[in-house]
Protein backbone atom coordinates (compact mmCIF):
# COMPACT_ATOMS: atom_id res chain seq x y z
CA UNK A 1 0.00 0.00 0.00
CA UNK A 2 2.82 2.57 1.03
CA UNK A 3 4.46 1.35 -2.19
CA UNK A 4 2.23 2.21 -4.15
CA UNK A 5 1.44 5.84 -2.99
CA UNK A 6 5.62 6.57 -2.65
CA UNK A 7 6.44 6.06 -6.47
CA UNK A 8 4.52 8.92 -7.97
CA UNK A 9 5.71 11.09 -5.35
CA UNK A 10 9.44 9.87 -6.48
CA UNK A 11 9.68 10.32 -9.59
CA UNK A 12 7.72 13.82 -9.31
CA UNK A 13 10.36 14.98 -6.82
CA UNK A 14 12.90 13.44 -9.29
CA UNK A 15 11.24 15.15 -12.14
CA UNK A 16 11.06 18.68 -10.25
CA UNK A 17 15.11 18.22 -9.22
CA UNK A 18 16.23 17.62 -12.36
CA UNK A 19 13.77 20.13 -14.03
CA UNK A 20 15.81 22.49 -11.50
CA UNK A 21 19.16 21.58 -12.18
CA UNK A 22 18.18 22.13 -15.61
CA UNK A 23 17.21 25.46 -14.98
CA UNK A 24 20.31 26.27 -12.93
CA UNK A 25 22.40 24.83 -16.20
CA UNK A 26 21.11 27.19 -18.52
CA UNK A 27 21.35 30.24 -16.32
CA UNK A 28 25.19 29.07 -15.92
CA UNK A 29 25.80 28.48 -19.50
CA UNK A 30 23.58 31.82 -20.30
CA UNK A 31 25.05 34.14 -18.06
CA UNK A 32 25.03 37.52 -19.00
CA UNK A 33 28.83 38.85 -19.10
CA UNK A 34 29.06 42.64 -18.47
CA UNK A 35 32.65 43.66 -19.04
CA UNK A 36 34.43 47.00 -16.95
CA UNK A 37 34.98 49.16 -19.70
CA UNK A 38 32.74 52.23 -20.50
CA UNK A 39 32.72 55.97 -22.26
CA UNK A 40 31.15 59.38 -22.10
CA UNK A 41 31.99 60.95 -25.59
CA UNK A 42 30.76 64.71 -26.42
CA UNK A 43 30.62 67.39 -28.78
CA UNK A 44 32.50 70.88 -27.89
CA UNK A 45 30.22 72.70 -30.74
CA UNK A 46 26.52 71.28 -29.89
CA UNK A 47 27.81 70.11 -26.14
CA UNK A 48 25.51 66.85 -27.31
CA UNK A 49 26.95 63.64 -25.46
CA UNK A 50 26.88 59.54 -25.34
CA UNK A 51 27.64 57.20 -23.35
CA UNK A 52 28.13 53.61 -23.00
CA UNK A 53 28.86 51.33 -20.14
CA UNK A 54 29.23 47.48 -19.39
CA UNK A 55 31.67 46.64 -22.56
CA UNK A 56 34.24 43.91 -22.61
CA UNK A 57 36.54 45.81 -24.04
CA UNK A 58 37.62 49.31 -24.30
CA UNK A 59 37.60 49.94 -28.18
CA UNK A 60 34.26 48.59 -28.29
CA UNK A 61 33.01 51.21 -25.60
CA UNK A 62 34.98 54.05 -27.38
CA UNK A 63 33.11 53.46 -30.41
CA UNK A 64 29.81 53.11 -28.81
CA UNK A 65 29.87 56.11 -26.90
CA UNK A 66 30.98 57.65 -29.71
CA UNK A 67 28.06 56.64 -32.25
CA UNK A 68 25.66 57.69 -29.66
CA UNK A 69 27.00 60.91 -29.39
CA UNK A 70 27.68 61.41 -33.16
CA UNK A 71 23.57 60.29 -33.76
CA UNK A 72 22.31 62.88 -30.90
CA UNK A 73 24.29 65.55 -32.26
CA UNK A 74 23.32 64.44 -36.01
CA UNK A 75 27.08 65.73 -37.18
CA UNK A 76 30.47 63.76 -36.50
CA UNK A 77 32.44 65.52 -34.13
CA UNK A 78 32.26 63.95 -31.30
CA UNK A 79 35.13 62.63 -29.06
CA UNK A 80 35.79 60.73 -26.11
CA UNK A 81 36.27 63.16 -22.91
CA UNK A 82 36.36 59.83 -20.06
CA UNK A 83 37.05 56.34 -20.39
CA UNK A 84 35.69 54.31 -17.30
CA UNK A 85 37.48 50.63 -16.15
CA UNK A 86 35.12 49.65 -13.15
CA UNK A 87 34.33 53.02 -12.10
CA UNK A 88 31.92 55.95 -12.94
CA UNK A 89 31.75 58.93 -14.87
CA UNK A 90 29.67 61.93 -14.74
CA UNK A 91 28.73 64.62 -17.19
CA UNK A 92 27.35 68.10 -16.37
CA UNK A 93 26.63 70.93 -18.85
CA UNK A 94 26.14 74.63 -18.57
CA UNK A 95 24.04 75.84 -22.27
CA UNK A 96 24.37 79.47 -20.50
CA UNK A 97 28.30 79.07 -20.39
CA UNK A 98 28.88 76.65 -22.93
CA UNK A 99 30.98 74.35 -20.64
CA UNK A 100 30.98 71.04 -19.83
CA UNK A 101 32.53 68.89 -16.37
CA UNK A 102 34.12 65.43 -16.42
CA UNK A 103 34.39 63.87 -12.98
CA UNK A 104 35.29 60.12 -12.81
CA UNK A 105 35.69 58.23 -9.27
CA UNK A 106 34.52 55.06 -7.63
CA UNK A 107 31.48 56.10 -6.38
CA UNK A 108 28.65 57.59 -8.31
CA UNK A 109 26.75 59.87 -5.74
CA UNK A 110 30.48 61.71 -5.07
CA UNK A 111 31.56 62.11 -9.15
CA UNK A 112 27.93 62.95 -9.91
CA UNK A 113 28.08 65.71 -7.56
CA UNK A 114 31.52 66.91 -8.24
CA UNK A 115 30.45 67.19 -11.36
CA UNK A 116 27.99 69.42 -10.26
CA UNK A 117 29.42 72.02 -7.98
CA UNK A 118 32.11 72.14 -10.79
CA UNK A 119 29.36 73.44 -12.90
CA UNK A 120 27.92 75.62 -10.64
CA UNK A 121 31.25 77.07 -9.10
CA UNK A 122 31.19 79.08 -12.61
CA UNK A 123 28.18 80.74 -11.88
CA UNK A 124 25.64 79.32 -14.55
CA UNK A 125 22.11 78.61 -13.46
CA UNK A 126 21.70 75.76 -15.87
CA UNK A 127 23.86 73.25 -14.53
CA UNK A 128 22.29 69.63 -15.37
CA UNK A 129 23.66 66.12 -15.02
CA UNK A 130 23.42 64.75 -18.62
CA UNK A 131 25.46 61.88 -17.79
CA UNK A 132 26.05 59.57 -14.76
CA UNK A 133 27.58 55.96 -15.57
CA UNK A 134 29.23 53.02 -14.00
CA UNK A 135 30.99 50.58 -15.41
CA UNK A 136 31.79 47.49 -13.48
CA UNK A 137 32.36 43.81 -13.88
CA UNK A 138 30.10 42.85 -11.01
Known amino acids: MYGD ?15 MAGVAYWKLVHKTNIGPYGA ?5 TSLTYGGAWG ?13 ECNKASGGTDCVVKV ?3 ENCG ?11 FLVQ ?9 TAMAQCQATGASDCSIKE ?3 SSAS
Open 105 to 113: GRDQVATTA
Open 132 to 134: NIC
Open 83 to 85: TLK
Open 55 to 67: YPDPLTAYKRSIG
Open 40 to 44: IAMSD
Open 90 to 100: ALAISVERNAS
Open 5 to 19: RRTPLMALLLVMLLL
